[in-house]
């Protein structure tokens, strides 16, 4: 295979096969050869042939040992059966394993990993030995993390202080990436005891603070402890560039990428999946371009995470044909390859050939999970597939054994609210097993807007402000909802609420890509150095068209303009804005889309426009 160049992935399929191979015909007749084969099928991945063999070993005359169920309670873990694993705790209780510290530790990793937290913390309260022992607090705080109870994880530190249980660099591992949010200060207080204890010299404990700051909003801090490093490892470098790209700091990633390739380091596909990340966030198309480059004449060219990647890069930087070349030529497709083709093809506004994608993975027996049901129930509201999206809705639960989530409700509540069904989305979330969050809201009150219903509108803007006071774009909705009826007591109204919150409306802006340079436009601007060109251009698109662009011009219509100045008469052109686009650009587009000939996709917050022969892919729905 070697001298094949065979792929990784082809070498991991034979090895896989081989063990099966190997699991079905060979005999074992002692516990220790049993645990040996045990370990070496997780040790490769193959968690389903470790509890495959695993029963066969209790159909033997072997006995399991304290050696056995941490291997099988991983594999459990790995693959979430929590029945499994809960047999598996018989089993461990029944052969008198349940005192060995690695089977308790096993045991309470499990349920963590299994969202069974409190089954975890049962376990770890009804066992007086885990309770002096590091290992079990280091699993319990990790499921918390896990489960999004940093409080809880906190608490338990706190007593394992108190209690004088040895902390060592696992337990920060499991604490740290729970800080979050607003909870910085608990996030400097725990880098101090890193400090105090010499944790910090730990490469992973570093690398961890390191993305605690991004998450926590503090890039000022997380550059700064960077920064002060005095040896950064790849991993370092990698660390701070995920942290940047997970948490919207896109331009700061790739700022540090073109530092780390200055370093003299090469990346790796962890490193490139966050650069790709902030390049899909910005649209820099160029520079993901030069990644895939990179990529191809690399030895991880068939890295699955890597060509993911790719497939999200291209299908948001508006290039979808490039996107399904990627995804139609990777040797395997897993869950997360589908969700990004499919999410694309969504955002595009081509619900039919998402939908398609969907019914073909499930017939290629991938097994959907929520986030994919999100991508193709989004799908459906944008290209007003209602219907369609109503039976997958349902499909969910009844066929598929998924309980919805609030994400999953917000899509219905704007499915049928595009459709003009708002009495049936008032009924969904009158209905919902669980309380509705500031998006399912959020989504009522965008549809109001849509079809005009000022008193719903009011009833849902009440609600989401209560649950998000601060998110400027609520106001602006209804605001715009008021302006477009004439009712000037609703305007004066929201603007004296945003006066008194400190609110302030973002600027909005547009920029396109051209030669890797990036030219951002602002509404009115007159800061560019071609400004008379592009004006200029502008004034003659208005008189092609017949309308007049006004004192206040939109950014995207400068934009465009500058755009049709510098691009090859043909070539298709890609507007990025930060805002939704209003209704009378919209018509602007279409009507110049039509005269000058030529495809403009326009991409805003949640979606794209594709305008040709003046028609927008929306179907003016959206």
């Known amino acids: ?58 159909r033997s005359t072997a006995t399991p040992n304290a050696f056995t169920f941490p291997v099988v309670l991983k594999s459990s873990a790995f693959l979430s059966l929590p029945i499994s694993g809960k047999q598996l705790h018989s089993h461990v209780i029944k052969t008198g394993c349940h005192s060995e510290p690695f089977v308790q530790t096993a045991l309470i990793s499990f349920y963590g990993k299994c969202s069974l937290v409190k089954d975890a913390r049962q376990l770890f309260d009804e066992s007086p030995h885990s309770q002096k022992l590091t290992v079990c607090y280091n699993a319990l705080i990790s499921g918390y993390t896990r489960n999004d109870q940093f409080v809880s994880g906190y608490k338990l530190f706190a007593r394992m202080r108190f209690m004088r249980i040895p902390v060592d660099a696992v337990t920060m591992l499991g604490l740290i990436p729970g800080c979050s949010g607003d909870i910085l200060k608990i996030g400097e207080s725990l880098h101090g005891f890193v400090a105090k204890c010499g944790l910090d010299n730990d490469f992973c404990v570093a690398n961890c603070l390191l993305t605690m700051y991004v998450r926590c909003g503090s890039k000022e801090l997380a550059r700064k402890f960077f920064d002060c490093m005095p040896i950064k490892e790849l991993a370092t470098w990698n660390a701070m560039i995920s942290g940047y ?136 509201s944008h290209a007003g597939l209602t219907d369609t999206g109503l039976d997958y809705f349902d499909s969910m639960k009844m066929k598929f054994g998924l309980n919805p989530g609030p994400e999953h409700y917000s899509c219905v509540v704007d499915l049928l609210g595009r459709a003009g069904r708002l009495d049936d989305a008032q009924k969904i979330i009158k209905t919902m097993p669980m309380e509705p969050d500031g998006a399912i809201w959020g989504a009522l009150l965008g549809a109001c807007k849509i079809h005009k219903n000022v008193d719903l509108a009011e009833v849902a803007f009440d609600r989401v402000i209560k649950l998000e006071p601060t998110n400027i774009g609520y106001y602006v909705l209804l605001s715009n909802l008021y302006t477009e009826v004439n009712n000037t007591e609703g305007i004066l109204r929201i603007r004296v ?96 889309s039509k005269v000058v000939e030529r495809r403009f996709i326009i991409r805003d917050p949640t979606r794209f426009h594709h305008f040709k022969d003046g028609v927008c892919s929306c179907k003016d729905y959206w």
């Open 245 to 380: 790209a997970q948490n919207g700091y896109a331009t700061e990633a790739l700022e540090l990428y073109r530092e780390l390739e200055s370093s003299g380091l090469d990346p790796n596909p962890i490193t490139l999946v966050g650069v790709l990340s902030s390049c899909a966030h910005l649209g820099a198309r160029k520079i993901g371009v030069d990644i895939e480059k990179k990529v191809q004449n690399s030895s991880f060219k068939h890295n699955i995470f890597l060509n993911n990647a790719l497939i999200n890069m291209y299908a948001r930087c508006g290039d979808l044909r490039k996107a399904q070349e990627i995804f139609d030529n990777m040797l395997e497709k897993n869950l997360v390859s589908w969700t990004a083709i499919i999410g694309g093809y969504g955002m595009h506004g081509e619900g039919e050939t998402a939908v398609h994608l969907f019914n073909e993975m499930i017939r290629s027996n991938i097994r959907p999970d929520g986030t994919v049901f999100v991508s193709v129930l989004s799908a459906c």
């Open 497 to 592: 609420m945003m006066r008194e919150k400190g609110l302030r409306k973002d600027p909005g802006y547009s920029y396109v890509e051209h030669k890797g340079t990036t030219h951002l436009f602002v509404a009115g601007d007159h800061n560019h150095p071609q400004t008379d060109e592009i004006y200029a251009m502008l004034t003659r698109l208005d008189d092609l068209i017949n309308v007049s662009s006004g004192n206040m011009v939109h950014s995207e219509r400068l934009a465009i303009a500058f755009a049709l100045l510098i691009t090859e008469v043909g070539q298709d052109i890609l507007v990025i804005k930060n805002l939704r686009v209003c209704g009378d650009c919209h018509e602007f587009i279409k009507s110049v």
């Open 1 to 58: 295979m070697t001298k094949q160049s065979f792929t990784l992935h082809s070498t991991n399929k034979l090895l896989s096969r081989q063990l099966r191979i190997t699991v079905v015909n060979k005999t074992y007749t002692t516990c220790s050869s049993y645990n040996t084969q045990l370990r070496d099928l997780t040790k490769h991945g193959n968690y389903q042939e470790c509890l495959t063999l695993y029963r066969q070993m209790l």
